[in-house]
Structure formats: structure tokens, C-alpha cells
């Protein structure tokens, strides 16, 4: 079937690391996401790592992927007050995204 | 390159009334996608155009929801009659052909609430 599964929310204070973890159910997926809502906006693309990769690192961000538990982590090192947002992790199916439900991230200052 | 376009950005109607929405992709990107997010829930995908035809529309919840795509250019959804269980935000993202997989361009989506 298909789900995609997070937890709902994660609270971190500004400085702090933030990891984000993801579950996915179709191995065939090439591409697993990473979107973004800030308030009042749409979803924007942070990343995206292809199914072979194990690792992905840009900037701040990193995401971990383990194909054999499918699971797919974000981690934002040095978490400021602007990445406070809905992190959606999707993983791609025929064509179409498949979304989780989203991970409110809070940080506090 | 201007965004992915869609209005209105709230709308608030009544039971049994119905709504448009609008979404104007990316010029020049041939596939548009619609998709929905209910109450805080996942965001689920409706259907998928290539240009003007509908590739793909298994993720359309019923037939009170219509959507077109005339011309190959902007998009409309209708949702006739609307009911409570439509309220959510609705998203429109735009990808070049073969591109899908870097990911869409998303709209600021529109928000409905039915009452």
C-alpha cells in the first residue's frame, strides 16, 4: 500500500541539531523528498536523494537513507527560528508524490 | 520565471454551492498536477495532466470534483456540489516534461473551507 509515515511534531531549541525521520513503504521509489511549508506558503523542494545514494549533504541540511528499513531522515544542523516549518518527506510512485503527513518543526529561540 | 500561480488563495463557501479554483503552471510546463491536503493530514495527489489530456485522475475522490485544463495552459478545478469533507488546502505544482522527478514547482495552494 502506500503510506508514508512521520511524526507529527519535533520542538528544538535555535542552535540545536533537528532530525526529521521519515518512513516509506514502496522500495521501488527512485527519488525520496524533502518539502517545506512555511506559513501561508506553498511547499518548496529542500532536497531530494536518488535511491542508490546513502547520503546527501547540502549546507545545513542532511538526509540519510536507509533503503533496507525504508527510512529517510532531514537533519538541519544550527536550527534558527526561520526553519521553523511543516516538513513533508514524499516519495515518488508512477508518476505522482506520495506525502506523509508532515512534521511541524518549532524552535525556539 | 514567474511561479506557480494560484487564486484565490482562501475561499469560504457554503454547503451544496460551488467553487473554482484556478492554477496557472510554469510557462511552458507540460505536466500539472493537482493535489489536496485534508485537515492536517497527508497531502494526497488527485490527478496529473500532460498538457490538455488527463494522464492521470485515480486520485479524483469523486464526481463532484472536475477538473480541466483547456488549451494546455492553466487549469481549473470544480468542486459542484461542495460538501464539508472538501474544506483543506488544495495544491497546484507544474513540471517540465521528464523533469517530474526533481521535483514540482508548487503553488501557494488555495484553502477552502466549506460551512
Known amino acids: 500500500g502506500e503510506d508514508v509515515e512521520q511524526s507529527l511534531f519535533l520542538s528544538v531549541r535555535e542552535g540545536d541539531s533537528s532530525v526529521i525521520n521519515c518512513t516509506y513503504t514502496?522500495?521501488?521509489?527512485?527519488?525520496l523528498y524533502w518539502y517545506k511549508q512555511e506559513p501561508g506558503a506553498g511547499l518548496q523542494l529542500l532536497t531530494y536523494?536518488?535511491?542508490?545514494?546513502d547520503m546527501k549533504q547540502d549546507q545545513r541540511l542532511t538526509v540519510l537513507l536507509n533503503k533496507k528499513d525504508k527510512h529517510l531522515s532531514l537533519r538541519i544542523a544550527d536550527t534558527q527560528t526561520g526553519d521553523s516549518a511543516i516538513y513533508f518527506c514524499?516519495?515518488?510512485?508512477?508518476?505522482?508524490?506520495?506525502f506523509g503527513q508532515g512534521t511541524t518543526l518549532q524552535v525556539k529561540p | 520565471e514567474a511561479g506557480v500561480t494560484q487564486f484565490p488563495s482562501h475561499s469560504v463557501i457554503e454547503k451544496g454551492q460551488t467553487v473554482t479554483l484556478r492554477c496557472d503552471p510554469i510557462?511552458?510546463?507540460?505536466?500539472l498536477y493537482w493535489y489536496r491536503r485534508v485537515m492536517g493530514k497527508e497531502i494526497k495527489f488527485l490527478l496529473h495532466?500532460?498538457?490538455?489530456?488527463?494522464?492521470?485522475e485515480s486520485g479524483m475522490p469523486n464526481n463532484r470534483f472536475l477538473a480541466e485544463r483547456t488549451g494546455g495552459t492553466y487549469s481549473t478545478l470544480k468542486v459542484q456540489p461542495a460538501e464539508l469533507e472538501d474544506s483543506g488546502v488544495y495544491f497546484c505544482?507544474?513540471?517540465?516534461?521528464?523533469?517530474?522527478?526533481?521535483?514540482?514547482?508548487f503553488g501557494s495552494g488555495t484553502r477552502l473551507t466549506v460551512v
Open positions: 510557462s511552458g510546463h507540460d505536466n
Open positions: 505544482a507544474s513540471s517540465h516534461e521528464g523533469q517530474g522527478y526533481y521535483g514540482y514547482t
Open positions: 536523494i536518488f535511491s542508490n545514494m
Open positions: 514524499a516519495e515518488s510512485m508512477a508518476g505522482k508524490l506520495i
Open positions: 514502496d522500495s521501488s521509489s527512485t527519488y
Open positions: 495532466f500532460v498538457k490538455e489530456s488527463k494522464q492521470d
